[in-house]
């Protein structure tokens, strides 16, 4: 069995007429996590330790170092 990646960039889109100063950092985002998703299902690394292990960094990364449980 394969896998599939399903990605949206939040509530709303990306207009086309947004100016490319704007729109191409977001889709440049976009693509950053497609990347690591790919890498990831890629690995060999049990999956939900992979998904929960993506879940906390995504997680850590918006949180101040202060609030972070210590490992």
Do not use: K
């Amino acid at each position: 069995m394969g896998w599939a990646i399903a990605l949206h960039g939040g509530a709303g889109d990306i207009p086309l007429d947004l100016p490319p100063e704007r729109r191409e950092p977001r889709e440049a985002a976009l693509r950053h996590c497609l990347d690591i998703g790919v890498a990831a299902l890629s690995n060999p690394i049990n999956p939900l330790w992979t998904s929960s292990n993506l879940w906390y960094n995504s997680i850590s990364l918006s949180l101040p170092l202060s609030l972070l449980p210590s490992i």
